[in-house]
């Protein structure tokens, strides 16, 4: 793991020296923080350079939610992931902390596991998307020539590949990248590949999750089968339409953020495609279609 700076904000001095404990064997820069004016000063410093942040919803003065509310709205700070540790657990509480932008929530008193297993997977998530995102800004010049292509991706490394080249067909690829990258992932994952919501789970708390996605790619019964991705401009708009040959799943459950899955380290990526990638996010059928619009780069 890199060694990543994470704020850590919590105006318990109790609860900080716990989660530097849990966290002391991470390869972690933990800048811990009680008053939480002073650690959107911090964030806010001319070079700060956060991969993570750990926020105590319940706090005087700026709250956790208002803090935030704050790094959402701001673009410098929006794709910094949010783990919110917090004792208030009533499903509107949660469904209100995942509308303004948490990544994970964390129920006062956690296992150490838990906290590591949900920092690791939100770095994790955190890397690739920068990496994704910065080699869409380096190729949207080209894709403004371009009306339409259609690719065909099977594996991990294929989304990983295609993703920059894809959004830079949007007016913001920073964004859509993200979203492209959660989408194409489950086209795959649950599509192709027959990943359940509890298998995958079970499996991202373990680590275990793209070991099993490369095993399952050369099942005799999965490994002929691809997806594909349409992408198209129309007028001012670029449509991304994907494809994959599986049987579908429940897609109606996903496209919100919802509560009872608050605490589970996946099941947001649609949502979170949905809200802050894309204008629209539609699919269609047993759910191996979906349709993703975005504006359209210049």
């Not at 803090?67 to 783990?83: E, G, N, Q, T, Y």
């Not at 509480?93 to 838990?114: C, H, I, N, S, T």
């Not at 949007?170 to 990248?177: E, G």
């Not at 919501?197 to 002929?224: F, I, N, T």
Request: hydrophobic residues 40%; glycine residues 6%.
């Amino acid at each position: 793991m890199r060694d990543d700076r994470v704020l850590v904000i919590d105006d318990e001095e109790l609860n900080l020296f716990i989660i530097e404990e849990f966290l002391a064997e991470e390869s972690l820069s933990l800048d811990l923080q009680s008053d939480p004016a002073q650690a959107w000063q911090q964030l806010d410093s001319p070079g700060s350079r956060y991969s993570l942040v750990i926020l105590d919803r319940l706090m005087p003065g700026l709250d956790g939610l208002d803090f935030l509310r704050r790094m959402k709205a701001d673009s410098r700070f929006v794709h910094i992931p949010v783990i919110m540790q917090t004792a208030a657990s009533a499903p509107e509480q949660v469904r209100e902390g995942l509308q303004a932008g948490a990544y994970y929530y964390l129920v006062k008193p956690y296992e150490p596991e838990a906290l590591i297993s949900i920092v690791r997977g939100a770095l994790e998530d955190f890397h690739v998307h920068q990496a994704l995102r910065r080699l869409s800004r380096r190729q949207e010049d080209a894709q403004k020539l371009l009306i339409a292509a259609e690719y065909r991706f099977a594996s991990l490394r294929d989304i990983r590949s295609l993703v920059p080249t894809l959004a830079g067909f949007a007016a913001a690829p920073d964004l859509v990248a993200s979203g492209l990258s959660d989408l194409m992932v489950n086209a795959v994952e649950h599509g192709n590949l027959g990943i359940t919501y509890e298998e995958k789970a079970r499996l991202k708390l373990d680590g275990e999750w793209e070991r099993e996605v490369e095993r399952r790619l050369v099942l005799p019964q999965y490994q002929a089968r691809h997806a594909c991705i349409r992408v198209e401009r129309r007028g001012d708009q670029v449509e991304f339409t994907i494809r994959d040959q599986g049987e579908g799943f429940d897609w109606p459950r996903f496209l919100d953020f919802d509560p009872a899955r608050a605490f589970d380290p996946n099941g947001r990526g649609i949502a979170m495609a949905r809200r802050a990638s894309f204008e629209s996010v539609e699919y269609a059928g047993r759910g191996n279609i979906v349709v993703a619009r975005a504006t359209a780069s210049g």
